[in-house]
Nanobody, 126 residues
Framework: QVQLVESGGGSVQPGDSLRVSCSAS????????MGWFRQIPGKEREYVAG????????YYGDSVKGRFTISKDNAKKTVYLQMNNLKPEDAAIYYC???????????????????WGQGTQVTVSS
């Protein structure tokens, strides 16, 4: 099973950009659906972006489309989330997730993923 570690979170101002990273160990990314989720206290984890298990398809949550971009480097076993034009409502803990059995209809459900990182905090305020 893959182990995940996020990094790159921080405190930025509205309109700024930030890139968070998810490094995997213990297995390759091949065959895993990879996802970024975010969560604020008292709310359910929200899907942000991700790859299908084949890696051939990318998905984005409606609130981040056009502003966030997910990418990955298979050789480095790392998934990135580039966040542009950040808004205060983007502030949350961002989690990386992986799942070997995630099907298309479940791609945005946090319950479909088996492995999670510890999260990285993103703060957006002026």
């Amino acid at each position: 099973q893959v182990q995940l570690v996020e990094s790159g979170g921080g405190s930025v101002q509205p309109g700024d950009s930030l890139r968070v990273s998810c490094s995997a160990s213990g297995d390759t990314l091949s065959g895993y659906a990879m996802g970024w989720f975010r969560q604020i206290p008292g709310k359910e984890r929200e899907y942000v972006a991700g790859f299908s298990r084949t890696g051939g398809y990318t998905y984005y949550g409606d609130s981040v489309k056009g502003r966030f971009t997910i990418s990955k480097d298979n050789a480095k076993k790392t998934v990135y989330l580039q966040m542009n034009n950040l808004k205060p409502e983007d502030a949350a803990i961002y989690y990386c997730a992986a799942g070997r059995r995630v099907i298309t209809s479940q791609i945005m459900s946090h319950r479909a993923y088996d492995s999670w990182g510890q999260g990285t905090q993103v703060t957006v305020s002026s």
